[in-house]
């Protein structure tokens, strides 16, 4: 067997088709490597919103965490994070559990054990369960319905199934759903707007904030800017939802469904000229037209900054990054960088910008971060200057680094001038420092 890492370039893959995929670049097809990517994205313990931390999203909830000992031992590092102490909460499966089941049963006492414990009634007990109980075909929402009889107050499931990721509903989807399912129908306001898809606001000076005052919004909810249950459940007040994230579409068809909430999707991107055709969009849909000039002008002025100090900068695009790893890939070689490298998963939301990436860089490669192969990874036979995400940086430790990974998101123009600021202190930062490696941003 050849010791290197698999990889495909942008025109392979383009010609081939989201429906001729390499089985390399499938999960499904082949055995997973945990490289760093696929630890962040994996571990039930693992920085970032996962299943566990998206669950307690809601002020005053608690959880609950149904699981053998070596899934429970993960939580550890988020509940020691100051924001979760004693918001979680653990029923340790027996092997005899795991074989007979009877855990279930003891799931309703231990909900009610959990809210007698507390000095403050939680607003809402979630329930965590994982792939074990996935294999054991567990009702969740039967065993959820038992323990909030048994309580008096919302009770409801979300899942650490790594069997489901690729899957309709994967964990990530559920747990918004599991959420959002709690809004009760309340009279429409028309001032009222709620963004969906994130578990961290927006940054503040992102400009959609004042795009939608300028449309006579007063009120604009993010559910991580909730301070209090009742705050969250005005949710439902909402006169739209703007999705944010393609994760939050089937919650947003929920609510609209359910709630008469109609919705409009939103793409995080970080081409400017791109952006600003999505704002034009949504203002044609409003019946508006937003006045972007300066903000435009803004970002592509940070833009030009970054280039002014490494015109020739060369890239490599990670996937565990607060963007698509393809679409800023596609950004950065049609602002004027050379990008050589991306690691991400192809999935049919940026085929077109694979496709699109082939046409103005056919050589760049891709690689997934969990194929096998990727143990024989050398950053000698692709060198570049800059990495973006936790992953690309792991593989080249010698290059400038920006993680760009942080909880609060960027969007919009802000989100773009944010990051080429960012890009423009670790290349000075690096070169202070003789170009020792890039500093952890």
Known sequence: MEKTARYYTAEEIATRGLDNLPDE???????IYSSPATLAFNSPGAEGFGVKRAGLAIPGSVMLLVAPGCCGRNTSLVSNMPAYKDRFFYLNMAETDIVTGRHLKKIPQAVEEV?????????LVMICITCV????????ERVCRRAQERVGLPVRPCY????????????????????????????KRPTSVNLLGFFAPLVDDCELYGYLRGLGVKTVREISRCSSYDEFLRMAEANFNLVLHPEARFTAA??????????????????????????????????????????YDAALAAVKAFAAVAPRATFSVGECLNGDAFELALALVRYGFEVREVFGTVQAENFAFVRRLAQASPSTRIYSNMEPTMLYYDAAG???????GKDAGWYHPEAAYLAWNEDVQPYGYAGVRRLFEALRNVVASRSANGDQGGDNA
């Open 25 to 31: 670049l499938v999960s499904s097809r082949h055995l």
């Open 115 to 123: 809210v007698e414990c507390l000095p403050e009634r939680p607003s």
């Open 133 to 140: 109980d996935a294999l054991l075909g567990t009702d969740m």
């Open 160 to 187: 650490m199934y790594a069997l489901t990721r690729e899957g309709r509903r994967p964990p990530m989807v559920h747990v918004r759903q599991s959420l959002y399912s709690l809004l009760e129908p309340l009279k």
């Open 254 to 295: 929920d609510l609209q469904e359910r709630l008469g909430i109609p919705s409009i999707e939103l793409m995080r991107l970080y081409d400017v000229d791109r952006i600003r055709s999505q704002y034009k969009a949504l203002g044609q849909v409003l019946g508006a037209k937003f006045d972007d000039a300066a903000d």
């Open 382 to 388: 692709c060198p570049v200057d800059v990495c973006l």
